[in-house]
């Protein structure tokens, strides 16, 4: 759309009505045939929706200024999408693969810190995808901790992550085994050569920003909407999808992840089983029906390699009930009957695919004798 027209946009209201609009049609996740139709997960969904809008409104309307990049929190305590792990401190900033960038940081004691150049938005019609990524394996820090990143699409020497012309967002995600007792990293990022501060608002990109927003919340909806129908089919089991599944999410690097889909009937228990691999972190969760990790700051829905006890032989007993049964790792259900769930393998060798059966919560004293 050229400038004229959104204007044009801007002053009779069009662009207000229409981002309106497009919001109603994303209601539409809610009442597939294969969506629950309950009025609980319902509601759930309705709220899904609203949180999906701030965060859009917080990308695509706040923190949309390539040159004048800032971090800000996406998926968090009370706004969440995609399986969000609870044990992750998700970072996000807007790029523009056209010019070069800088990050200066301090590593902190966190266990797995991954940035990572993307380029794609959910909803958006265009590929989706990765166009660089640094593991803090590989990174490299001074005697202090500290650290600087070079982004661009010319290779740099050093810390160096790639982009492409259509690379448009940075992700970091920081995964902590204990977040009481780990420090999260320090991070500033700078456009390399703008100087000066941020224009003022420009009516035509706000025009744009408002359709992304819109965009963004009916894709995210629908991307894991249909991902919840695919898990759907297999209940009360956990696999791996395939990276084609995965990739338009704008999945991390050096990470498996065990997606499935639970629902349980009154007095039944889910009962997950594996031996952890030699990692540097794992994790267990249970979302809701719309990929919500559930509120794990009321209830015990996660599990990592730190938190979890493990049985004589190494193995893990995992259970999803509506109670404690007193036995293994307790994933309380929180009101839930249904919902999906994942386990993560971060940087794993030779991880096992996680055994699962629903068991009576009255049996599983013999099911899991001590």
């Known amino acids: 759309m050229d400038e004229r027209a959104a204007l044009e946009r801007i002053l009779d209201g069009r662009s207000w009505d229409d981002f309106c609009e497009s919001l109603k049609g994303a ?4 009442f597939r045939a294969s969506s629950p139709a309950n009025a609980f997960d319902r509601a759930e969904g309705y709220r899904h929706l609203s949180r999906l809008l701030r965060l859009a409104l917080e990308r695509f309307v706040e923190n949309d200024d390539p040159e004048h990049p800032r971090f800000y929190a996406m998926a968090r305590e009370d706004a969440k999408l995609g399986a969000d792990n609870p044990d992750c401190r998700y970072q996000n900033c807007r790029l523009d693969g056209q010019r070069e960038y800088r990050i200066r940081g301090h590593r902190g004691s966190s266990t797995y810190l991954g940035i990572g150049s993307y380029y794609g938005s959910y909803g958006d019609s265009s590929p989706s995808g990765c166009s660089g990524y640094m593991d803090s394996a590989d990174l490299v820090v001074d005697a202090d901790g500290r650290f600087e990143i070079l982004l661009s699409q010319k290779p740099q020497p050093g810390n ?19 977040k009481t007792s780990e420090t999260p990293a320090r991070l500033e990022i700078e456009c390399i050569g703008v100087t000066g501060p941020p224009a003022p608002l420009d009516p035509a990109a706000l025009d744009r920003a408002l359709h992304a927003a819109s965009v963004f919340v009916k894709g995210s909806v629908d991307l894991f909407t ?17 990276d084609s599944v995965r990739a338009p999410a704008h999945k991390a690097t ?3 992840f065990y997606h499935g889909y639970w629902q349980l009937a009154e007095g039944e228990a889910l009962l997950i089983t594996a031996k952890p ?9 249970r979302n809701n029906y719309w990929l919500e990790s559930l509120d794990y ?11 979890v006890k493990l049985e004589p032989d190494g193995t893990f007993r995992i259970v999803v009930a509506s109670r404690d049964p007193g036995i293994g790792n307790w994933m309380d259900t ?3 009957a249904r919902g999906t769930m994942g386990l993560r393998w971060n940087l794993a060798y030779d991880p096992p695919e996680p055994v699962c059966r629903v068991v009576r919560i009255d049996d599983l004293a013999a099911e899991c004798p001590t």
Request: charged residues 20%; hydrophobic residues 40%; contains cysteine.
């Open 297 to 307: 700051r009321y209830h015990p829905i996660t599990v990592n390699k730190h938190s």
């Open 277 to 285: 691999p030699v990692c540097r972190y794992w994790n267990f969760q």
């Open 27 to 30: 209601r539409s996740a809610l």
């Open 160 to 178: 160096w992550i790639p982009m492409e012309p259509r690379t448009s967002s940075l992700i970091v995600r920081e995964f902590f085994l204990d």
């Open 226 to 242: 249909g991902w919840a129908e695919l898990f759907a089919q297999r209940p009360n089991e956990l696999h791996a999808p395939p």
């Open 254 to 256: 050096n990470q498996i």
């Open 334 to 336: 929180a009101g839930h």
